[in-house]
């Protein structure tokens, strides 16, 4: 056990009397009812539509586009073409940051991957600019298209995911594999996968001279506005940005995409307000994508089943322009204490849409392998995959050698097994049928994700009747931030939830940083404790220097918010309300600040991860190989939980994903035209409710002090890591056949392997 010290004071939470609470959805009610505006519901008066011409091929040049013909075409008002295409004040090509994504804005005749942005419509009508866009009939000087892991020379990569080093190690893992009493390496494969929010990608953008004003769904507003002012070279206060409401995100709306840069090009060009939304195939291409991954490997355990050996490489594909790598092997840093542990990465470029973020963007890839590994190594063991996991899993994080909160993890696995019925697993694998005569299979699996922290600002007011007023321009992807947010800043303000006025989802707000890495809840959430701190600080001082105040002299720390009203620590008889103080002190209202960031020194002390345990039956067709994931019961630890329904919500969510990833999800790409195949809802399977019957997460209680000061940590990635490799390691208990390439489908559980 490692014994920490307190480097930091846990913030003081004023009241806990909304934090903890499941409320339902704030914004349920106007989902639910359709009065929830999302982007594409504008349209300011003299609107026009814009549609996309995207390229059907993957690699070459657009030689020709019958301009004349869609122009002539009725209602077409503009064709826009890179012939024709407005200056920028960037070149969409230029990278001066890890974080800036290379666009398509029409700026060549040059083809990068099928689906390509190479022209716009825009008409009176959506039907006039979908005709003038089929009308434009493009011809191309076509290369042969480079497709799949095998496109072209590998490379190594200077850094991995959002900047992590390509290769990490601890220990030597060759000796440890040459020491080891048994020892495994194998190969995993994962499918390339496309966000598919319901929600397109979708902009309303009208502009008035210099500024620009847009409807658009965004997960970083303030990253967004400041990519379209360096695009169009105005400055980011020119730029209004709303984006109340997102029909779902995963990562592809983390950073403005080119399709919505080019509905405010056509804006701009043809000086009135544009709508344009991506149709459904036109995302898989533009907007990014979780890449595909080939992985290996190697496992090795002593005579005890100790494992002194773990080795990890993943070879994955990015676009031939951008540079995203999908750092797959890095989950192999955190679960597991092996004595020798080596992660590498490389890469090859293919005639793709640059790969990007997509939920649990590395981990999820990453987790599917490692876990399908661990269970072979405990199989080569003849143990319990779950005795093995426990025999294994780590103390202290095994890479960076640093503390970190897995005692939580152990109970993750005893309350989960529990749950789930565990005990009753035998051990060899087709030991189980149901009624019917279907194979079931049960399998574990570890998940593991980083609490991280980002930036944010917030501000807080109180006013002269009582209420208060949070603002952030946070971001709701439909994780519930309205709500859980809201939670926070009534403790903060010392109100109930109903006497405070949450305004968040606009630029023109302080900024929340991004909502991605599982950390806005953290990092929004401890700028709006902070904000409300300063402007209950600020109150409390107007109030202890006021000989007629009930708290005179009490002095700030005396003094405790609660229910509008502040009163002595040592007494609470004595105090006043918001709306007194305030009043005497002749104040309209008192406005506070706060900001929020990852404290370094105990970032650079401790190892901050949320843990949990993913626990799934499968039931299989012995005949036909038709497969089902009948059961999931996953338990997290995931720090204080603001929202216990929210957090279940998320958790859940994301087991769903981990099902996807095993059994259903995967971009087929024709190695011919390097077009994807199934790009569509139809054919790009994604799990129903009939595809998961039985769904639990539980919330294991874990206090985590040096997370941040409200102790939170993230929920939105973690049921994804673990519950893929619990799957795919079910579908092995139930058929004794080890699938190795994801998703598992049918034809590999039938054929001869
Ligand atoms: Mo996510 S991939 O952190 O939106």
Known sequence: MVEIALTQTPAHVRHGSSIGQPLTRRDGVLKVTGAAKYAADHHPPGMLYAVLAVSSIARGRVAFLDVAAAKAHRGVVEVITPANR?????????????????????????????????????????EAATEGAVLLSPRYDAEPARVGLDANESFVPA???????????????????????????????????????????????????????????SQGLAMAQGRLAGVFGISPDHIHIRSPFLGGGFGCKGFISGPQVLGAIAARAVGKPVKL?????????????????????????????????????????????????EPASNISHTPYASTAIATSHEAVRADIG??????????????????????????????????????????????????????????????????????????????????DGLLVGW?????????????????????????????????????????????????????????LEFRSGTSDLPDAGIAGGSAHTATAGMA??????????RLADIATNEERSPLFGAGNAGVIARGGRLFRRD????????????????????????????DQATHSDYAMFAHGAVFAEVKVDPDLGQMRATRVVGAFAAGRIINPRMVRSQLCGGMIWGVSFALHEQAVM????????????????????????????????????????????????????????????????????????????????????
């Not at 290379?102 to 825009?122: C, E």
């Not at 930036?455 to 007023?469: C, E, F, I, M, N």
Request: aromatic content about 6%; overall charge negative.
């Open 443 to 499: 399998g574990v699996g570890t998940a593991t994700f980083p609490a991280l922290m980002f930036a944010a600002q917030a501000k807080a007011t109180l006013r002269r009747d009582g209420s208060g007023v949070i603002e952030i321009g946070a971001h709701d992807m439909g994780q519930g931030a309205w709500t859980a947010l809201a939670q926070i800043a009534a403790d903060a303000l010392g109100l109930d939830i109903d006497q």
């Open 277 to 325: 939304v991506l149709r459904r195939e036109q995302m898989y291409g533009p907007v990014g994508h979780r890449a595909s991954t080939r992985q290996t490997l190697r496992l090795g355990v002593d005579g005890d089943g100790k494992l002194i050996a773990l080795d990890h490489h993943t070879k994955t594909v990015s676009s031939t322009f951008d540079d995203f790598f």
């Open 86 to 126: 407005p200056v920028l004040a960037q070149d969409p090509d230029e990278k001066t940051n890890p974080f800036m994504f290379r666009l398509d804005l029409l700026q060549s005749d040059r083809v990068r991957y099928a689906n390509q942005p190479i022209a716009i419509v825009i008409a009176q009508t959506l």
């Open 571 to 598: 007494d609470p008889s004595r105090g006043e309300s918001y709306a007194e103080i305030i009043g005497r002190a002749g104040r309209a209202q008192i406005e506070g600040h706060g900001t929020s960031a990852a």
């Open 670 to 753: 024709d190695p011919r035209s390097g077009r994807p195949m199934n790009a569509n809802l139809a054919e790009y399977h994604v799990p129903v409710n009939a595809d998961v019957p039985s769904l639990e997460a539980i919330v294991v209680e874990e206090s985590d002090p040096y997370v941040n000061g409200l102790g939170i940590k993230g929920v939105g990635e973690i049921g994804i890591t673990g519950t893929a490799g619990a799957v795919a390691n079910a579908v092995w208990h139930a058929t004794g056949i080890r699938v190795r390439k994801f998703p598992i489908t049918l034809d590999q559980l039938i054929e001869p392997q």
């Open 528 to 537: 709006i404790h902070n904000a409300g701190a300063d402007v209950v600080a």
């Open 159 to 217: 850094v991995v995911g959002p900047g992590f080093p390509t290769e990490a190690r601890r220990g030597d893992v060759e000796a440890g594999l040459a020491a080891s009493t048994k020892n495994i390496a194998e190969a995993y494969g994962t499918a390339a996968q496309y966000h598919n929010p319901m929600e397109p990608h979708a902009i309303v953008a009208a502009w008035d001279g210099d500024t620009l004003s847009i409807d658009t769904p």
């Open 354 to 435: 640059t790969p990007l973020f997509m939920r649990a963007p590395g981990e999820a890839t990453g987790s599917i392998a490692l876990e399908s590994a661990i269970d072979e190594m405990a199989q080569a063991c003849g143990m319990d995959p779950l005795a093995f996991r426990l025999k294994n899993y780590a103390e202290v994080e095994p890479i960076s050698g640093k503390p970190f909160s897995s005692k939580a993890l152990r109970e993750c696995y005893r309350q989960g097994a529990e749950r789930f019925g565990w005990e009753r697993r035998p051990l060899a694998p087709r030991q189980m049928r149901d009624r």
